[in-house]
């Protein structure tokens, strides 16, 4: 990692050649079948993560196959990092994987093979290009069509959902967000455009209008819009009329 | 193999003692419905032990249209915080010294006015804005690879990225401008090897644009490119 922004980009500064990492346990691995084994598959993945060196976690709830995380559920996947932090042990010793034959291997295969993807992306000009080639999203594509080709065909078992399957019904609680927000949110709009000086709102879109036709940088506009209380909305489409939209 | 801590390339981790001198951040990713529901779970889990906050915000945030918008129906509030103004985010942080706290907020092509907002309400609270700190994804490349949050086409969108990098690094120094993501790459389906040669590829873009807007110093030194990488449970590709 620090090789590759050393090598390839010309970074002095060590500290720039961290990898310094934010990780989150992977939404699409939770089931909606019999969530409770969700916090198992979490756990894991949080030791993973720690494992791995992360300088930050986010930890899933276990109803997330479901809806949004319950209070309760949130809580359970917060104690998952503290008992993962406080009681195991593991962080007790910097790396310990360090020396695992497999792992090593393993980091060595892998990185190779990325070697070998990120060259042919900046053969195709870097990201960029190859994402307007559409490139990434078909590789990605690919491999998620493979994926689940595994798991239909029982290659890649994923428990509860391909065997040891059970006939239940759900019984854990779902967290509702209820439509009626959005009316209390339209009213929050109303009422703020009704109270903000609108000559100045309006003057400050334009400023960023006539900004983004510049190179001068967007942002001391865009601050001084929100200070004005013009909306989210109203700046976004201040830009879509000199940027215009993707696809 | 030589591989020390705290050496080029820091394959064992980036602090020589790692979790022996400090624990990793717990930052959960919250938010629903209006800004004061998602208030009241941020002050829960702050009781409860979190080191940091990471918000979530609903999809017409996500893309830039306000709750009113005729877009925005059936999806404000769902799968986070609808937030449509400065007074938005006031509620949102109700009670929440933005001194004190560090920030992260999940979004990317409306990434720039969320953190508008958050200097906004800083200023308002009469913070200092060189000790503010948090991060914004401001990922776009991925949107358009893998996730498809984004508003406007590819070279718009990398101009805005590389006006917060500059701005930040006179304004909000300590703000990390970008979090370049891997997770939602594995999550659209690809291999351990796709997400690490797309993330660090789309690094490398990010860090190009950044040197061609000559801001390279400023770039190598303050801001290492941070990934947001998915955990693998399984030790096989």
């Known amino acids: 990692m620090g090789n590759y922004y050393e090598k390839d980009l010309g970074a002095t500064d060590p500290k720039a050649m961290m990898l310094r990492f934010h990780t989150q346990t992977g939404g699409s691995t939770l089931t909606a079948q019999q969530p409770q084994n969700n916090i198992s598959r979490v756990t894991l993945q949080t030791l993973a993560a720690v494992l791995g060196g992360t300088q930050s976690l986010h930890t899933n709830g276990f109803d997330e196959a479901l809806s949004l995380p319950t209070q309760d559920a949130a809580r359970i996947a917060l104690r998952t990092q503290q008992i993962v932090a406080f009681e195991s042990g593991v962080t007790d010793t910097v790396d310990p994987l360090a020396g695992s034959y497999f792992v090593e291997a393993l980091t060595n295969e892998v990185e190779a093979e990325a070697w070998k993807l990120i060259e042919k992306i900046d053969i195709m000009g870097g990201s960029v290009a190859a994402i307007e080639a559409g490139f990434m999203q078909d590789e990605i594509a690919r491999s998620a069509y493979d994926y689940q080709r595994k798991i239909e065909t029982g290659e890649k078992i994923i428990v509860g959902v391909n065997k040891f399957e059970v006939d239940e019904k759900n019984t854990t609680p779902v967290f509702k967000i209820d439509d009626s927000i959005q009316q209390i949110q339209i009213e929050k709009i109303n009422t703020l455009k009704a109270k903000r000086d609108n000559a100045k709102a309006m003057a400050c879109l334009s400023n960023i209008n006539k900004i983004a036709l510049s190179t001068q940088n967007l942002m001391p506009a865009v601050v001084e819009a929100v200070e004005n209380f013009c909306t989210l909305g109203e700046i976004a489409d201040e830009l879509r009329k000199v940027f215009g939209e993707y696809r | ?237």
């Open chain 2, 1 to 237: 193999m030589h591989r020390k801590t705290r050496r080029i390339p820091f394959t064992r981790g980036v602090q020589s003692d790692m979790y022996r001198g400090k624990m990793w951040t717990m930052r959960q990713y919250a938010g629903f419905s209006t800004a004061e529901e998602s208030n009241k779970r941020y002050h829960y889990l702050l009781s409860q032990g979190v080191s940091g906050l990471s918000v979530a915000f609903d999809l017409p945030t996500q893309i830039g249209y306000d709750s009113n918008h005729p877009l925005a129906d059936g999806e404000v509030g769902k799968v986070g915080v609808a937030i449509d103004s400065l007074e938005d985010i006031e509620t949102l942080f109700a009670g929440i010294k933005l001194e004190d706290v560090s920030t992260s907020m999940t979004i990317n092509a409306s990434g720039f006015i969320l953190l508008a907002f958050y200097v906004a309400l800083a200023k308002k609270q009469g913070a200092d804005l060189k000790k503010i700190s948090g991060t914004i994804q401001n990922d776009i490349l991925k949107e358009y690879a893998a996730r498809g949050t984004y508003i406007y086409p590819p070279k718009a969108s990398m101009r805005i990225i590389t006006d917060i990098f500059e701005w930040c690094s006179k304004e909000v120094p300590k703000w990390n401008t970008i979090s370049i993501s891997g997770y939602h790459i594995r999550e659209a389906g690809s291999t351990a090897v796709q997400e690490i040669a797309f993330t660090l590829s789309n690094g490398k873009a990010y860090v190009k644009a950044a040197l061609e807007k000559g801001l390279i110093l400023m770039f190598l030194a303050n801001a290492s490119p941070s990934s947001l990488i998915r955990t693998t449970i399984c030790l096989k590709k």
